[in-house]
């Protein structure tokens, strides 16, 4: 995480123009998140998706020593089939605190409820929660209890993505309570001259949801990375441009209670009433009702409309006007086909992240 910061710092710092607004507030917030067992709710940070390198070098506008504070940084999702193909690919992400996410595009194992989601789940919860099929007294242990030291030493301290690989569960850590948590809810790079947005997938509302208790969430909004790393750029395309603008906006801190409120309350009372007909349900893991009913699909497509439209907030602070509204409707989903990259007839360019 350091050494990875360090390049993307230096590089922002001396070949590009950096600006940034609400860094300060946001800052403070995560130095009040540096005493681990002091954390009372996660953090989840969202922003925009404009280029193959927001992440990393989006966090090299943070302080040396933030850079360098592994178990107060970022946890992010990266593509199991860019990200994760060889063991030598997989150690890289793994350290640098990136969880291995299929694409449902690219794999039957993509989508929703994806073992990768649970944990995302988790690491924003109060942990540690050091076995799959543990009930919530487990879940829930006392800053006094002991941490799990060693990710190798059984399966409990691993989850598998696919029922055939492992990886080391970062929830099992109580390091790694109520953590921060970085998502793209695009779920694409979208680029395009007026930083115009796509809807945003229904992941960010889960982990909005059903994380425990409400996380803190802080909107963001990203512009010329895209510049750094354009889709139409030639060789050599794995190198980003420098002597770009680049400009990094944190939004205030939404107050998740009121905000969410109205939706989380429905999520736990639909929650609560199937564990009273069927027993209690690990944290982050759902049942069908909970999955595809009616009612769950509604609290997801309102709660991701109401994250991008924090967003967009954010985007209108740097004097972008307002987007269509039908730009934010989920039904978009049922228009994405195998063709969706490359140039779009808006002259916008999208690509699988």
Known sequence: MGAVGLLCKGFLSGLSKVETHGMDEFLKLLDEREDVDRRE????TVSNHISV????????VLPMS??????????????????FTNKGLSSFFTFGQVLPTHRRMHSPFGGLFQPTVTQAIRLLSRGPFLH????????????????????FSGGHLTFSTNGQDTFPAPSAYRSRRHAWVHIFPEGMI???????????KWGVSRLILESEPTPDI?????????????????????????FKKVRVTFGEKLDGDEVFGDLRRKWKQMR???????????????NDRLKYSDEAVRLRKECS?????????????RGYPEDEAKSSLAETWLREGPGREGRNDDGSITKEA
């Open 53 to 60: 390198m927001d992440d990393p070098l989006l966090w090299g």
């Open 132 to 151: 799959e099929n543990e009930g919530a007294a487990k879940a829930s242990m006392s800053p006094s209890s002991p941490d799990v030291s060693d990710p």
């Open 41 to 44: 709710r996660g953090l989840i």
């Open 66 to 83: 933030y850079i360098f504070n592994p178990d107060n940084h970022r946890w992010g999702l990266g593509s199991y089939d860019l990200c």
């Open 272 to 286: 609560a009433e199937e564990e009273q007909g069927g027993g209690p349900l690990e944290v982050g893991v759902l």
């Open 305 to 317: 409309r109401r994250m991008r439209q924090a967003v967009l907030d954010v985007r209108r602070l």
């Open 218 to 242: 802080v909107p963001m909004f990203i512009e010329g990375f895209d510049d750094m790393m354009h889709e139409t750029r030639e060789f050599p395309r794995f190198i980003p441009r420098p």
């Open 190 to 200: 979208h680029q395009s001259e007026e930083r115009v947005m796509r809807y945003f």
